[in-house]
């Protein structure tokens, strides 16, 4: 019997993986995975819930698991899979759906926000966060490893399991606790230290540093960062100086450093172009082995496809069996095989 902490945590397949991602969630799925039982999923299905090219999506799920693999996820320790390959996240869902009060699905900030900017707002966008609520309850997860701005969601999907198991049978699902990271939580736009960096707004040359970036892509991409009109380099909670404690934020998690000996770095800096200078220096460092093994995984399409189908089965064996169960106690008929 295993007694280690199960985890799961997802990403989306849809827009560019960017440094945010990778500090507020990757990175902390990759340290964890020696003590902990890491569950690793590709959303898909969460990418359709606006509109998406779909060659443009089929090439991205593929491309974000490579990502994550060059990124340090080890299939040996974790199971690494595509969310549409096991079809208990769909029907979770929609069992869950049944138990889910829609007020609270309104009430939500991320359908809010998005909802704003769609012209036609699909169903899937309002269910969203009960599929991600079955992503996680399926699985009997503990923790979710994720950043600042999923935090509404994984408090809804414990009202919904607390909702579940009164209604149907104390402690059927585990209640999970969301992980935030102390470092690196949220990242801000570049190009406008007000707004979070996004996968969406990372198509937008400037706004993000996206993992796949080339070093001179990245260069720019900090050269141009927006900061403030002043001089000091050190860490704020000045609104003003959102820019320029972005840029030390994320020199600090790619580094490990402390805040003081952050600062310490740059206290010779003869102003915030060499802050951008040496930001971007630590951050093209850091992405180069990555980059080089992405490029090798995306060279063995079968060997990727390998890893994935693993992945799937590992992820259906112990979805199914809870889906199975949740059936059963929601009083549905469960199907005897014919032979
Ligand atoms: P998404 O891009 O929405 O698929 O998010 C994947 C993971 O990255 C989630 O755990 C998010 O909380 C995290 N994340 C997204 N944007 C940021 C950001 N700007 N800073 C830190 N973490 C982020
Ligand atoms: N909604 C998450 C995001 O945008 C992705 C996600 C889907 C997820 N299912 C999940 C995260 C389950 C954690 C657990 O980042």
């Not at 900017?117 to 169903?123: D, F, L, N």
């Not at 800096?269 to 630590?282: I, M, N, Q, S, T």
């Amino acid at each position: 019997m295993t007694t280690k902490k199960r985890v799961f945590s997802g990403i989306q397949p849809s827009g560019n993986i960017h440094l945010g991602n990778y500090l507020g969630a990757v990175k902390q799925w990759v340290e964890g995975q020696d003590e902990k039982e890491n569950f690793i999923c590709v959303v898909d299905l969460h990418s359709l819930t606006v509109p998406q090219d779909p060659v443009e999506l089929r090439f991205q799920t593929r491309s974000l698991a490579a990502v994550l693999l060059a990124s340090g996820i080890d299939p040996d320790k974790t199971t690494l899979f595509i969310q549409s390959h096991v079809t208990a996240h769909a029907e979770g869902c929609w069992l869950l759906n049944c138990v889910t009060p829609l007020g609270w699905l309104q009430r939500m900030t991320q359908f809010k926000d998005k909802s704003a900017k769609q012209e036609s707002v699909g169903m899937g966008l309002l269910d969203y966060p009960v599929l991600q609520a079955a992503d996680i309850m399926l699985y009997d997860a503990h923790e979710v490893p994720v950043g600042e701005d999923q935090k509404q969601h994984v408090e809804l999907c414990r009202d919904i399991g607390q909702r579940f198991n009164h209604i149907y049978e104390e402690e059927f699902f585990i209640i999970p606790e969301p992980k935030i990271p102390q470092d690196g939580a949220r990242l801000m736009g570049l190009d406008d230290p007000t707004v979070k960096m996004s996968k969406s707004l990372a198509y937008t040359r400037g706004h993000a540093v996206r993992l796949l970036d080339e070093p001179k892509e990245i260069l720019r991409s900090f050269k141009k960062a927006v900061t403030d009109s002043g001089r000091e380099i050190r860490f704020s909670d000045d609104p003003e100086k959102a820019g320029v404690n972005n840029l030390l934020g994320i020199y600090k998690a790619v580094t490990g450093k402390a805040n003081d000996e952050v600062e310490a770095d740059f206290a010779n800096a003869r102003g915030y172009g060499d802050l951008k200078v040496g930001v971007a220096e630590v951050v093209i460092e850091f992405l180069a082995p990555m980059q080089a093994r992405y490029k090798a995984l995306m060279d063995d399409p079968a060997e990727l496809d390998r890893i994935l189908a693993i992945g799937a089965e590992q992820a259906a064996a112990v979805s199914m069996p809870k889906l199975r169960q949740m059936k059963e106690i929601m009083g549905l008929v469960l199907p005897v095989s014919s032979d």
